[in-house]
RNA sequence: GGAGAGGUGUCCGAGCGGCCUAAGGAGCACGAUUGGAAAUCGUGUAUUUAUCGAAAGGUGGAUCGUGGGUUCAAAUCCCACCCUCUCCGCCA
């Protein structure tokens, strides 16, 4: 959520950030909502404020054994008003809060405006893909050949675009895992959680995946559950309405879990490998900052994802979103992108972003300082890193001219110190 | 799923219709004492929101699991829901 104060102070900031984003928001409705608002509450507080005056008095005569039939009939006229106007806000704070949900974040002033991925910018590593002396095969086809996913039988599992990894594949892709978990946790000192999945309805308003994600994640029928579409829900939902004392600031949290996306509106799209499934494995990193550290942080955020490719020996490139790229309640986002030299293509394989404030006003994660004051923590989160399309790179970039994959030396103490598969 | 107990401030814990801006204790912060510390004593110790103010701050409203209700008045009474614990049943 952003702040509300700006609603009624400097409403053109928002007006401006909605603009850049390529929004499409009647942002005027939703100021007269918070006038109308405002001065409903006003007029319930001055109600209040009597009926307690005569309440008090009503108290006081009743203990000197006096009826004050006058006065009480008078307090409870104004009860009743009161009622009906808390009545009628309750109707009008409902419409505002549904619709203060729809205003993004405000990106911050070094995020490039555009209105598309052309306007994204590139930021460092690799310009050009690798060149490969020899025809490389796709991740599906040397899969199939080496029998490491079975694309032909996971659909009579659960249907098209779900993955399921076989013998060593299975094996890889678990050394992928742990090798992240590890990475995370050892060296850059995350804090491993292993968080439940299915995530209520609230916890979704929190991130900012409600309300405008809905159509994008698998709903439970018959309880207030999502599958979680990352682990960032869970994540950063650990600490919601808490205050945390400043001194255990920032907290790191690196977590495994597998990610459900219904990927509606994708049809006829990426569909062959398993570039773009419902279900993959990612392993998460969350943090919660001080402000002033926040942009620091997300830097350091960003070079621990970065660092898991390089390990890899991965060919990648880092670029910043522009205004309109990004998700609605993040600030400033980067992506990672490798290189996959048998679809001839760049793939997202993390995505950093920073919210500021937005998701911590959502959710209400706050931190005391020491001086006393309270204020909102700033939450950021990225993929480190999500595994399918990594384990798509290593296919397609391991590749030998002899149809083997050779295994990234990092992998290879989760492997049993096996060098090729193949 | 059934039966029972309970959810109060940072924590423990009292309160069970008006004086609750929540007793008492612990913790924490500051001060006194001390050569220094412990102990002791004193002081302070929430959040949120509307409004006025440049700000400091002032004036109100709200908050005792959540949401309704009764009442002039609710932490306290009633209803529903959520969560925790104990027992029973069922089940990976």
Known sequence: MINLKLLKENP????????????????????????????????????????????????????????PQ????????????????????????DRFTKAVQWIPNIPHESVPIGKGSEENQFIRGLKEPPKSDFHVLTHWEIAEALDILDIKRAPK???????????????????????????????????????????PTHCLYGTGQLPKLEDDMY???DDDFYLSPTAEVPLTNIHRDEIIPEKKLPICYAAYTPCFRREAGSYGKDVRGIKRVHQFNKVELVKYTKPENGYEDFEKLLSDAEEATKLLGLPYRIKVL?????????????????????????????SVSIYEQYQARRANIRYRKNEGDVDFVYTMNGSGLATPRVFIAILENYQTKHGQIKIPEVLRSYMDGQEFIG
């Not at 390529?22 to 007269?32: G, M, P, Q, T």
């Not at 006065?71 to 309750?90: G, H, V």
Request: aromatic share 6%.
């Open 219 to 221: 709903k439970c029928r």
């Open 12 to 67: 053109e900031i928002i007006r401006q950030a909605v603009k850049n984003r390529s929004e499409n928001l009647d942002l005027d409705e939703i100021i007269e909502l918070d006038k109308l608002r405002r001065t409903g509450i006003t007029k319930i507080q001055n109600l209040k404020k009597e009926r307690n005056e005569i309440s008090e008095k009503v108290g006081k005569l009743k203990q000197q054994g006096k009826n």
């Open 157 to 199: 599992i659960s249907g098209s675009r779900f993955i399921l990894y076989k013998g060593l594949g299975a094996k890889l892709e678990r050394a992928l895992i742990n090798f992240f978990l590890d990475l995370h946790t050892k060296k850059h000192g995350y804090i491993e959680i292993f968080p439940p999945v299915l995530n």
């Open 70 to 93: 006058e006065l009480m009939e008078k307090a409870r006229d104004l009860s009743n008003t009161t009622k009906d106007s808390e009545k009628k806000q309750r109707e009008i704070e």
């Open 322 to 350: 522009c205004t309109s790229d990004m998700t609605f309640a993040s600030s400033k986002t980067y992506d990672i992108e490798i290189y996959a030299a048998g679809m001839k293509e760049w793939l997202e394989v993390s």
